[in-house]
């Protein structure tokens, strides 16, 4: 069985703990009998969880700064590569078995596109 305290809280229940959290600051005469619920227990977690989104924020930044980069650096790399093909083309010719060995068909190798011919031009009119 899963782990319920492993999920997030809805943003409903949250929103509404700081609203409770912020009344709770403002009644300076709260003395609990259970000291887990003091003011300061209660504001020391307060803070901790502040730390823990700042954090969980930084490093969602840091995550979204680094895909950023790797794609821009994938995009340059692709490019490159296709910068090779057409030089090994420029340079082997495109019927090389250079240009073959880099993955490409060699211009021999292409099927010819069938052209229309006169007996479908015919059938046209």
Do not use: C, W
Request: glycine content about 4%; charged content about 25%.
């Amino acid at each position: 069985m899963a782990n319920p305290l492993s999920k997030r809280l809805p943003s409903q229940v949250t929103l509404a703990d700081l609203e409770t959290y912020r009344a709770f600051k403002a009644i300076p005469d709260y003395k609990p009998a259970n000291t887990d619920y003091s003011f300061d227990v209660v504001s020391a977690l307060f803070n901790k969880l502040q730390a823990a989104l700042d954090a969980e924020l930084h490093t969602q930044n840091t995550y979204a700064a680094a895909r950023d980069a790797a794609v821009a650096i994938q995009h340059e790399f692709h490019a490159a590569i296709l910068g090779v093909k057409n030089q090994f083309k420029a340079q082997y010719g495109v019927d090389s078995d250079q240009v073959a060995a880099l993955g490409l068909k060699k211009k021999s190798e292409r099927k010819s596109r069938a052209r229309a011919g006169k007996a479908e031009e015919a059938t046209a009119t």
